[in-house]
Structures are given as structure tokens and as C-alpha cells.
């Protein structure tokens, strides 16, 4: 079965990076799209970036400049370079494939990322 496993979030002070990286199984990655969203205490799951191909790529106006997404379909990955980082942009990252025109998609459990002094 398809899974999808996080990690690389943490605590880090404002103006620090971090690196998420999701690793996917059971599956022909290349043919996902995939993507990171981030869901705050009381508020709705967003999307943050999402990737198809080097060339389409997808950025939430909050993140533009700051956070790059990634894949490698030889290592069935996807990474989140995080930069700048903000207190709001802390959140519950998670991990989400799915296909254009096709009803199925996939999440990952999530992972904590908490930007504080």
C-alpha cells in the first residue's frame, strides 16, 4: 500500500532553516504529484508548495522566496527547503500525492515544525 513518511521538522528560532523530506512507497512517484501542506492550531490545512516537475512548481504567496520544493524520483522523495523562518509559519507539515484527473491521494502522518525565541 502507498505511504508516506515525514520527518526533518523540529524547533528552530526565527531567521532558521529546516529541511522536511517525505519518503514515498508503494508507488510510481513520478507520476504523483506531490505536495507539503501545513495545518495551525484551529485553523484549516493549506497548502505550502507543490511539485509535478522541475518546471511546474507551485507556491502559497506566504512562502514565495523563502521555501523551495524539490523531488527525487530515483529516491521516491520530496524535500521542503525552509529559509527565513517565521513564528507563523509554524504548523503541522504534511506530505500529499495525488494525480491530475485521478480521485485518489495519499497523506502522511505529519510533522511538527515550531519557530520560537
Known amino acids: 500500500q502507498v505511504q508516506l513518511v515525514e520527518s526533518g521538522g523540529g524547533l528552530v528560532q526565527p531567521g532558521g532553516s529546516l529541511r522536511l523530506s517525505c519518503k514515498a512507497s508503494?508507488?510510481?512517484?513520478?507520476?504523483?504529484?506531490m505536495g507539503w501542506y501545513r495545518q495551525a492550531p484551529g485553523k484549516q490545512r493549506d497548502m505550502v508548495a507543490s511539485?509535478?516537475?522541475?518546471?511546474?512548481?507551485f507556491y502559497a504567496d506566504s512562502v514565495k522566496g523563502r521555501f523551495t520544493i524539490s523531488r527525487d524520483n530515483a529516491k521516491n522523495t520530496v524535500s521542503l527547503e525552509m529559509n527565513s523562518l517565521k513564528p507563523e509559519d509554524t504548523a503541522v507539515y504534511y506530505c500529499?500525492?495525488?494525480?491530475?484527473?485521478?480521485?485518489?491521494?495519499?497523506w502522511g502522518q505529519g510533522t511538527q515544525v515550531t519557530v520560537s525565541s
Open positions: 500529499k500525492a495525488d494525480r491530475p484527473f485521478r480521485p485518489d491521494s495519499y
Open positions: 508503494g508507488m510510481i512517484f513520478s507520476t504523483y504529484r
Open positions: 511539485i509535478f516537475s522541475e518546471s511546474s512548481t
